[in-house]
């Protein structure tokens, strides 16, 4: 089965977005991460639809824009306005997931759910009839470059298995952001998942179309 690698930009030289972003579709990527965090719901801050805009004009890349910040829906449509192709938000930061899922698919793109490392699969079950995507933290959010809490493989085992068991399988992006690299991806991807995000341990490598394609198995 084909691996499909998401580029985290936020370990990418934003100095050099253009090419930052040219180097690892020219590697062979098809989708970008953006992480968007409010100093809130995260103790971090990144960059909110105003920079996602400016990478919407420099690439046709599939862009999943992973919101880590608190009352999410008050910003859906600045997002989706500034050109994500799938937006997820997390499930902690949501008061209403099954509402916030709907005003997504309404403006007619992909709706993705974030669970943090302790979070239990189970809070998904009743959300699997309209999720596109699922985005399992392999880390705590809110930085890049660390390490992979190695009990969240068991949690994408059972995700996949939810989403089999529920005749959804094929119909759900399952992805895990965190701590991914040339040593976990393995274990990773033998859970079943469909996509790893990568930031750290694809944007710091010292030549990344060659970890690109180490990652991909190629
Ligand atoms: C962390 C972010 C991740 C981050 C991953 O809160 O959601 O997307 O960029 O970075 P690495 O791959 O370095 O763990
Ligand atoms: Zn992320």
Known sequence: MKRIISPSLLSADFSILKEQIEIVKKAGAERLHID???????PNFT???FILKAIRKLTDLHLETHLMIDN???YFNDFIDAGADTLIFHYEASDDVRSDLEKIKNRNIKCGLAIKPETASDVLEEYIDIL???L???VSPGFGGQGFIEDTLLKMQAIDQMC???GRRDNITIGVDGGVNLSTIDKVYKTGVDVTVVGSGLYKAPDIVAR???LSNQ
């Open 72 to 74: 999410p829906s008050n």
């Open 36 to 42: 968007c965090m409010d100093g809130h719901f995260v």
């Open 47 to 49: 960059f909110g639809p």
């Open 212 to 214: 690109f394609k180490e």
């Open 136 to 138: 399992v933290m392999s």
């Open 132 to 134: 596109d995507y699922i």
């Open 164 to 166: 089999i068991n529920k």
